[in-house]
Protein backbone atom coordinates (compact mmCIF):
# COMPACT_ATOMS: atom_id res chain seq x y z
CA UNK A 1 0.00 0.00 0.00
CA UNK A 2 1.13 3.23 -0.81
CA UNK A 3 1.57 5.72 1.94
CA UNK A 4 0.38 9.04 -0.15
CA UNK A 5 -3.49 7.99 0.23
CA UNK A 6 -3.71 7.35 4.05
CA UNK A 7 -1.71 11.15 4.47
CA UNK A 8 -4.68 12.18 2.13
CA UNK A 9 -6.79 10.68 4.29
CA UNK A 10 -5.51 11.51 7.88
CA UNK A 11 -5.64 15.58 6.42
CA UNK A 12 -9.27 15.29 5.21
CA UNK A 13 -10.01 14.21 8.62
CA UNK A 14 -7.52 16.56 10.44
CA UNK A 15 -8.71 19.33 8.14
CA UNK A 16 -12.09 18.75 7.77
CA UNK A 17 -13.18 18.43 3.80
CA UNK A 18 -11.41 17.31 0.83
CA UNK A 19 -10.82 20.86 -0.52
CA UNK A 20 -9.01 21.89 2.96
CA UNK A 21 -6.94 18.86 3.01
CA UNK A 22 -5.76 19.29 -0.76
CA UNK A 23 -4.98 22.73 -0.48
CA UNK A 24 -2.75 21.45 2.73
CA UNK A 25 -1.13 19.14 0.76
CA UNK A 26 -0.72 21.13 -2.10
CA UNK A 27 -2.42 18.65 -4.47
CA UNK A 28 -5.66 19.03 -6.43
CA UNK A 29 -8.86 18.20 -4.94
CA UNK A 30 -9.76 15.47 -7.50
CA UNK A 31 -6.05 14.18 -6.59
CA UNK A 32 -7.42 13.88 -3.20
CA UNK A 33 -10.42 12.07 -4.43
CA UNK A 34 -8.77 9.28 -6.47
CA UNK A 35 -6.57 8.68 -3.61
CA UNK A 36 -9.59 8.30 -1.20
CA UNK A 37 -11.70 6.44 -3.89
CA UNK A 38 -8.47 3.60 -4.52
CA UNK A 39 -8.62 3.30 -0.76
CA UNK A 40 -12.06 2.15 -0.68
CA UNK A 41 -11.47 0.02 -3.59
CA UNK A 42 -8.50 -1.71 -1.53
CA UNK A 43 -10.77 -1.92 1.71
CA UNK A 44 -13.89 -3.15 0.21
CA UNK A 45 -15.29 -0.58 2.64
CA UNK A 46 -16.93 3.04 1.85
CA UNK A 47 -14.90 5.80 3.83
CA UNK A 48 -16.48 8.61 3.64
CA UNK A 49 -20.63 9.48 3.68
CA UNK A 50 -21.19 11.65 0.37
CA UNK A 51 -24.68 12.10 1.16
CA UNK A 52 -23.03 14.89 3.05
CA UNK A 53 -21.70 18.33 2.19
CA UNK A 54 -18.65 17.99 2.47
CA UNK A 55 -18.77 14.30 3.14
CA UNK A 56 -17.91 12.82 6.46
CA UNK A 57 -16.58 9.91 7.90
CA UNK A 58 -17.77 6.44 8.36
CA UNK A 59 -17.02 4.05 10.83
CA UNK A 60 -15.22 2.21 8.97
CA UNK A 61 -13.41 5.66 7.99
CA UNK A 62 -12.73 6.72 11.44
CA UNK A 63 -11.09 3.55 12.33
CA UNK A 64 -8.99 3.73 9.40
CA UNK A 65 -7.91 7.28 10.78
CA UNK A 66 -6.56 5.90 13.67
CA UNK A 67 -4.59 2.99 11.72
CA UNK A 68 -2.87 5.61 9.66
CA UNK A 69 -1.81 7.38 12.12
CA UNK A 70 0.09 4.95 13.60
CA UNK A 71 1.40 3.51 10.57
CA UNK A 72 2.69 6.95 9.28
CA UNK A 73 3.94 7.79 13.10
CA UNK A 74 5.90 4.18 12.51
CA UNK A 75 6.99 4.89 8.97
CA UNK A 76 8.69 8.35 9.91
CA UNK A 77 10.27 7.28 12.77
CA UNK A 78 12.22 4.15 10.86
CA UNK A 79 13.12 6.46 8.08
CA UNK A 80 14.24 9.70 10.07
CA UNK A 81 17.82 9.46 8.89
CA UNK A 82 20.33 12.05 9.06
CA UNK A 83 20.59 11.91 5.14
CA UNK A 84 17.20 11.76 4.40
CA UNK A 85 15.62 13.76 2.14
CA UNK A 86 13.52 15.94 3.93
CA UNK A 87 10.21 17.42 2.60
CA UNK A 88 6.96 18.46 3.15
CA UNK A 89 4.94 21.18 4.66
CA UNK A 90 4.67 22.45 8.43
CA UNK A 91 2.34 24.57 10.05
CA UNK A 92 4.07 26.18 12.74
CA UNK A 93 2.63 28.53 15.68
CA UNK A 94 5.17 30.55 18.09
CA UNK A 95 4.89 32.92 20.96
CA UNK A 96 6.23 36.69 20.19
CA UNK A 97 9.61 35.56 22.58
CA UNK A 98 10.62 33.50 20.46
CA UNK A 99 9.66 34.79 16.77
CA UNK A 100 12.30 37.19 18.16
CA UNK A 101 15.08 35.16 19.61
CA UNK A 102 15.67 31.43 18.49
CA UNK A 103 12.77 31.02 15.57
CA UNK A 104 14.78 33.59 13.04
CA UNK A 105 17.98 31.58 12.65
CA UNK A 106 16.84 28.14 13.04
CA UNK A 107 14.35 28.79 9.79
CA UNK A 108 17.22 30.62 7.89
CA UNK A 109 19.13 27.12 8.88
CA UNK A 110 16.72 24.44 7.71
CA UNK A 111 15.68 26.58 4.26
CA UNK A 112 19.42 26.31 3.43
CA UNK A 113 19.89 22.78 4.27
CA UNK A 114 16.73 21.27 3.30
CA UNK A 115 14.76 23.39 0.80
CA UNK A 116 12.16 21.12 -0.28
CA UNK A 117 11.03 21.84 3.41
CA UNK A 118 8.54 24.52 3.88
CA UNK A 119 7.33 26.19 7.37
CA UNK A 120 4.16 28.54 7.74
CA UNK A 121 4.63 30.37 11.39
CA UNK A 122 1.57 32.23 12.68
CA UNK A 123 2.21 34.06 16.16
CA UNK A 124 -0.35 33.37 19.09
CA UNK A 125 -0.30 33.46 22.80
CA UNK A 126 1.12 30.16 24.24
CA UNK A 127 -3.04 28.57 25.24
CA UNK A 128 -4.38 30.04 22.19
CA UNK A 129 -1.48 27.99 20.11
CA UNK A 130 -2.08 24.97 22.24
CA UNK A 131 -6.03 25.24 21.11
CA UNK A 132 -5.30 25.42 17.82
CA UNK A 133 -2.74 22.33 17.68
CA UNK A 134 -5.52 20.50 19.29
CA UNK A 135 -8.26 21.49 17.04
CA UNK A 136 -5.59 20.11 13.39
CA UNK A 137 -4.59 23.93 12.56
CA UNK A 138 -0.99 23.40 13.60
CA UNK A 139 1.28 20.73 13.43
CA UNK A 140 3.36 21.95 15.99
CA UNK A 141 3.50 24.99 18.69
CA UNK A 142 6.74 26.44 19.65
CA UNK A 143 5.65 27.65 22.99
CA UNK A 144 6.02 28.05 27.40
CA UNK A 145 6.29 25.27 28.83
CA UNK A 146 2.65 24.56 30.10
CA UNK A 147 2.27 23.83 34.05
CA UNK A 148 -0.26 21.24 33.00
CA UNK A 149 0.56 19.34 29.31
CA UNK A 150 -2.61 19.08 27.74
CA UNK A 151 -4.01 15.58 26.66
CA UNK A 152 -2.70 14.15 23.54
CA UNK A 153 0.59 16.70 23.41
CA UNK A 154 3.92 16.18 24.20
CA UNK A 155 6.30 18.95 24.94
CA UNK A 156 9.92 18.62 23.62
CA UNK A 157 12.34 21.23 25.57
CA UNK A 158 14.28 23.30 23.11
CA UNK A 159 15.39 26.50 25.36
CA UNK A 160 15.81 27.65 29.15
CA UNK A 161 15.26 31.52 29.22
CA UNK A 162 15.63 33.35 33.02
CA UNK A 163 13.65 35.16 34.55
CA UNK A 164 15.21 38.58 35.62
CA UNK A 165 13.52 41.79 37.43
CA UNK A 166 13.87 44.31 35.12
CA UNK A 167 14.25 48.26 36.38
CA UNK A 168 15.15 51.54 35.81
CA UNK A 169 19.16 51.96 36.23
CA UNK A 170 19.08 54.29 39.36
CA UNK A 171 16.55 51.88 41.01
CA UNK A 172 17.65 51.46 44.77
CA UNK A 173 17.31 47.74 46.41
CA UNK A 174 20.09 45.56 46.53
CA UNK A 175 17.53 42.22 46.22
CA UNK A 176 14.84 41.45 43.35
CA UNK A 177 12.28 41.67 46.45
CA UNK A 178 13.47 45.10 47.41
CA UNK A 179 12.61 46.56 44.10
CA UNK A 180 9.68 44.82 43.90
CA UNK A 181 7.63 45.96 46.73
CA UNK A 182 9.04 49.55 46.38
CA UNK A 183 8.27 50.08 43.31
CA UNK A 184 5.01 50.03 40.80
CA UNK A 185 4.60 46.75 39.32
CA UNK A 186 4.28 46.11 35.02
CA UNK A 187 3.04 42.38 34.67
CA UNK A 188 3.83 40.25 31.97
CA UNK A 189 0.13 39.40 31.13
CA UNK A 190 -1.16 36.42 33.21
CA UNK A 191 -3.29 34.93 29.91
CA UNK A 192 0.47 34.01 28.70
CA UNK A 193 1.88 30.75 30.06
CA UNK A 194 5.24 32.86 30.73
CA UNK A 195 2.99 35.32 33.21
CA UNK A 196 1.33 32.81 34.68
CA UNK A 197 3.91 31.03 35.59
CA UNK A 198 5.66 34.63 37.51
CA UNK A 199 2.57 35.35 38.54
CA UNK A 200 2.57 31.72 40.77
CA UNK A 201 6.46 32.37 41.39
CA UNK A 202 5.35 35.66 42.76
CA UNK A 203 2.41 34.36 44.75
CA UNK A 204 4.31 32.01 46.42
CA UNK A 205 7.05 33.99 47.71
CA UNK A 206 4.07 36.08 49.39
CA UNK A 207 5.01 39.17 47.51
CA UNK A 208 2.85 42.41 47.90
CA UNK A 209 3.26 44.38 44.86
CA UNK A 210 1.64 47.69 43.17
CA UNK A 211 0.22 46.56 40.12
CA UNK A 212 0.81 49.28 37.65
CA UNK A 213 -0.34 47.53 34.28
CA UNK A 214 -0.56 43.98 32.52
CA UNK A 215 1.07 43.44 29.31
CA UNK A 216 1.65 40.56 26.82
CA UNK A 217 4.84 42.46 24.79
CA UNK A 218 8.16 41.83 26.07
CA UNK A 219 9.42 44.87 24.47
CA UNK A 220 6.56 46.65 25.16
CA UNK A 221 7.46 46.27 29.24
CA UNK A 222 10.78 47.21 28.70
CA UNK A 223 9.55 50.45 26.68
CA UNK A 224 8.18 50.93 30.12
CA UNK A 225 10.19 50.17 32.16
CA UNK A 226 12.54 52.09 30.45
CA UNK A 227 10.48 55.25 30.84
CA UNK A 228 10.48 54.62 34.64
CA UNK A 229 6.95 53.57 35.28
CA UNK A 230 7.28 50.77 37.32
CA UNK A 231 9.40 47.14 37.26
CA UNK A 232 9.03 44.12 36.03
CA UNK A 233 9.19 40.32 36.11
CA UNK A 234 10.24 38.98 32.50
CA UNK A 235 11.46 35.72 30.52
CA UNK A 236 15.34 37.18 28.91
CA UNK A 237 14.93 35.44 25.36
CA UNK A 238 17.80 33.86 23.90
CA UNK A 239 20.51 36.17 22.13
CA UNK A 240 19.72 38.85 24.99
CA UNK A 241 21.97 39.87 27.92
CA UNK A 242 20.63 42.12 30.52
CA UNK A 243 23.12 44.70 29.69
CA UNK A 244 21.65 44.72 26.39
CA UNK A 245 17.92 46.55 27.76
CA UNK A 246 20.13 49.30 28.90
CA UNK A 247 18.26 48.18 32.10
CA UNK A 248 19.09 46.93 35.58
CA UNK A 249 18.80 43.26 35.58
CA UNK A 250 18.54 41.04 39.15
CA UNK A 251 17.87 37.39 38.50
CA UNK A 252 14.12 36.35 39.81
CA UNK A 253 13.68 33.80 42.69
CA UNK A 254 15.76 31.78 45.29
CA UNK A 255 17.08 29.66 43.67
CA UNK A 256 16.67 31.90 40.33
CA UNK A 257 13.77 30.60 38.16
CA UNK A 258 13.61 30.18 33.95
CA UNK A 259 10.98 29.85 32.01
CA UNK A 260 11.71 26.50 29.29
CA UNK A 261 10.67 26.77 25.60
CA UNK A 262 8.91 23.91 24.03
CA UNK A 263 7.80 22.61 21.15
CA UNK A 264 4.46 20.97 21.18
CA UNK A 265 2.83 18.77 19.35
CA UNK A 266 0.48 15.84 18.75
CA UNK A 267 1.85 12.93 20.71
CA UNK A 268 1.09 10.86 17.33
CA UNK A 269 1.85 12.91 14.39
CA UNK A 270 2.23 12.30 10.50
CA UNK A 271 5.11 15.02 10.54
CA UNK A 272 7.16 13.45 13.37
CA UNK A 273 10.43 13.83 10.90
CA UNK A 274 9.49 17.15 10.24
CA UNK A 275 8.94 18.59 13.62
CA UNK A 276 11.95 16.59 14.73
CA UNK A 277 14.03 17.95 12.13
CA UNK A 278 12.92 21.83 13.54
CA UNK A 279 13.49 20.86 17.12
CA UNK A 280 17.35 19.60 15.41
CA UNK A 281 17.18 23.31 13.95
CA UNK A 282 16.21 25.00 16.94
CA UNK A 283 18.66 23.10 19.71
CA UNK A 284 21.39 23.48 16.75
CA UNK A 285 21.10 27.43 17.45
CA UNK A 286 20.89 27.38 21.32
CA UNK A 287 24.35 25.28 20.90
CA UNK A 288 25.95 27.76 18.70
CA UNK A 289 25.69 25.37 15.59
CA UNK A 290 22.93 26.71 13.37
CA UNK A 291 25.38 27.25 10.39
CA UNK A 292 26.50 23.05 10.01
CA UNK A 293 25.23 21.14 7.76
Do not use: C
Given at each position: ?????????????????????????????????????????Q?????????????????????????????????????????????????L????T?????????????????????????????????????????D????????????G???????????????????????????????????????????????????????????????????????????R?????????????????????????R??L??????L?????P??????????????????R????
Amino acid sequence: MELRPLRSLVAIADQGSFAAAADRLGLTQSAISLQIKALEEQHGQTLFDRSHRPPILTEAGRQLVVEARHILVLYDRLFARGDAVVAGELTLGAVPTALGSILPPALAALRARHPQLAIRVTSGLSEELASQLRGGGLDGALVSDPQHLPEGLDAHEVQRDPLVVIAPPETEGATDLEILQRNPFIQFSRRAWAGEQIDRALRERGLTLTPAMEIDSLDAIIAMVRHRLGVSVVPLPFGRRPEDLGLRALAFGRPALYRSLVVLQPSESPKTLLLRTLRDALTAVVSGRAGLT
